[in-house]
């Protein structure tokens, strides 16, 4: 029996790492992220649990980074899903824009570009074998909603839900599906960092959890749970979604 395989850019922390723990049940994983050192974590947790993993460690704005990830895919098994999840927040006022990369570039690289690159190598891998597959792209809130001084980080999920529709659109006659996932506030290390470093930590929590139906903020395995979902064939008609 051929072995399903998964990519998951972003795999070394977070929603990421969440993703990769949940697909680890059902395929053998591609794991790319720049963190060496939290790549080896996840993978070792994956490998104890009897999971099949290869870690990449990589920019996801580099195509050269998504073209080994398929090609180690196709080596291990039939491609099947990829979830394109790497990716950070930055905010900065645009009166007075900071002239630093990390503002910009390297945040529309990660999160436009490396979606951008992934979509584009897994498209390039189910269209050549013939192949349904599914993609799922972490998109935010933010994609669709405003707040202050985030006007990068807004321009780039904004990109990811409208590549989305894209994909969705011209490889649906291929049977291949992509979705978007937009999660608010996800209990992730970098959102409880925020908690620590913001001039009232109990403040900024509880105005996040009053920003949500339920009052309280995601743990990152429900988000998971949504990506394993929508890759699978019990949403087999839902594409183009965020």
Not at 67 to 95: D, M, P, Q
Not at 172 to 197: E, H, K
Not at 225 to 233: M, P, Q, R, W
Request: with cysteine.
């Amino acid at each position: 029996m051929v072995r399903e395989v998964a990519v998951v850019t972003g795999a070394g922390s977070g929603i990421g790492h969440a993703i990769a723990l949940r697909l680890a049940q059902d395929y053998a994983l591609i794991n790319i992220d720049v963190n060496g050192e939290n790549l080896a974590k996840v993978e070792r947790e994956i490998l104890t649990s009897g999971g099949e993993v290869q870690s990449i460690v990589g920019d996801v704005s580099q195509r050269d980074t998504h073209i080994k990830a398929r090609e180690l895919a196709s080596a291990k098994g039939t491609l099947t899903a990829w979830v394109n999840c790497a990716g950070w927040t930055r905010g900065a006022a645009l009166h007075d824009f900071p002239n630093d990369p990390k503002v910009f570039e390297e945040l529309m690289g990660t999160n436009q570009n490396g979606t951008f690159w992934g979509c584009a190598e897994a498209v390039h891998y189910f269209v050549n074998h013939k192949v349904k597959g599914a993609i799922v792209n972490i998109s935010s809130v933010h994609g669709r909603r405003a707040w202050r001084d985030h006007a990068v980080y807004e321009m780039t999920k904004g990109a990811v839900d409208a590549l989305t529709r894209n994909v969705a659109v011209t490889y649906g006659p291929y049977g291949i599906r992509c979705n978007a996932v937009a999660p608010g506030a996800v209990m992730t290390p970098a959102l409880a960092q925020s908690f620590v470093d913001a001039p009232n930590p109990q403040q900024r929590r509880e105005s996040l959890e009053l920003l949500t139906p339920l009052k309280r903020i995601a743990n990152a395995s429900e988000i998971a749970e949504v990506v394993s979902f929508l890759l699978s064939e019990k949403a087999s008609y839902v594409s183009g979604q965020s």
